[in-house]
């Protein structure tokens, strides 16, 4: 099928960012946020689930979900790479520091205030599939943006030191949202086609409702020059890579494990 | 991140919730426990996130815990007790008809 990368590409978005929000669990600023980012990486988990069973049914060759979640290396992964970064500013790839709160929420606002105008259109596709399953990622989108944008004004709004990390976030964070306004080929074709969207259409809105709340924040507007992901191509930062050696493992040393 | 060095500041700055969850139309809402949130549509979306995530609720009340004022337990005895040997006042007298559902 010509669209089977564009379902992967949506799929693999959801899966990173849902096992990247996962390391939150048991681990959350507070009790409450802990079971919140919890329900947001089982809501992601979710589409990707729903996407890998019909990218699946679309390859037809017997692949499942779980072959293409777990049995594809980094390379084949079409996310953006925005999603992938760990939860703490930019260091060189193989240094760690300690999850920063202010980054989750930076991520999930820009990357879920895009979602919510992806899957917004994406209800009128002309695959009927995937024009459901976007009308049930619509509704999760929109809670996961509204309580980002929540926390984010808090932020913004709050301390010296909230201020400082949310803007700190916001400026290591806003050069890869470009990556959502380039269009890869299997994009391009899957618009063309009347299946997918046209991001590079929905730009206006997201800085709309990004510069607004912002404002709300007491945040500035950074930069979002400079080099310009790749993700989408297969072509990902170095921390993928540990992501998906975390979330593949046990798959891979128990194969059609069933438990 | 202050996960491990202060995991209580929150609870000391932030206000005591009671949380309702009303678990279907027509119901009324029920206490179902309480959270520390910093206002109160904070504390809405984190009791929607701790109470209503397996489906419990159709709509969610939060009330600042100290604004309720409570009973106290010493009055136990003059305000409930003189209840207890008036069962005329229980409405077992009548039988209610299958039509009118839930009281």
């Known amino acids: 099928m010509a669209y089977l990368d564009y379902v992967l590409h949506l799929a693999d978005s959801a899966i990173v960012l849902g096992q990247r929000n996962a390391e939150w669990c048991g681990h959350g600023p507070i009790i409450e946020e802990d079971i919140a980012m919890a329900n947001n990486s089982l809501d992601l988990i979710g589409q990707a689930r729903m996407l890998y069973q019909y990218a699946a049914t679309l390859k037809n060759d017997g692949s499942t979900e779980d072959a293409l979640a777990y049995f594809r290396d980094a390379q084949d992964f079409k996310n953006y790479t925005l999603l992938e970064l760990p939860h703490h500013g930019a260091l060189v790839g193989y240094a760690v520091d300690n999850r920063d709160y202010a980054v989750t929420i930076v991520r999930n606002f820009l990357y879920s205030a895009f979602m919510a105008l992806v899957w917004e259109k994406l209800q009128a596709s002309h695959d009927a599939h995937l024009a459901a399953i976007a009308a049930k990622s619509l509704k999760e989108v929109r809670y996961h943006l509204r309580h980002s944008h929540d926390w984010l004004v808090r932020f913004g709004d709050g301390t010296q030191e909230s201020h400082a990390r949310a803007q700190a976030a916001l400026n290591h964070l806003m050069p890869y949202t470009q990556e959502f306004w380039t269009t890869s080929p299997f994009e391009s074709s899957a618009s063309k086609s009347g299946v997918g969207v046209d991001t590079a259409q929905l730009k206006a809105d997201w800085e709309a409702m990004v510069r607004q709340t912002l404002q709300e924040a007491t945040l500035a507007m950074p930069s979002t020059e400079g080099f310009v992901t790749t993700g989408k191509d297969g072509a990902h930062s170095e921390h993928l890579g540990f992501l998906l050696g975390e979330m593949q493992s046990l798959a891979r040393a128990h194969p059609e494990g069933v438990w | ?103």
């Open chain 2, 1 to 103: 991140m202050n996960t491990t060095t202060q995991p209580t500041k929150a609870l000391s700055e932030w206000p005591l919730w009671e949380i309702f969850v009303r678990s279907k139309q027509g119901l009324e809402h029920k206490h179902c426990g309480s959270l520390h949130a910093s206002d109160a549509p904070h504390a809405l979306q984190m009791a929607r996130d701790v109470y209503t995530r397996r489906q419990e609720g159709v709509s969610i009340w939060v009330v600042e815990s100290n604004s309720i004022t409570a009973s106290a337990p010493d009055d136990k005895g003059e305000f409930f007790e003189p209840a207890s040997d008036k069962i005329y006042r229980h409405p077992t007298f009548y039988t209610i008809p299958e039509e009118v559902g839930h009281m």
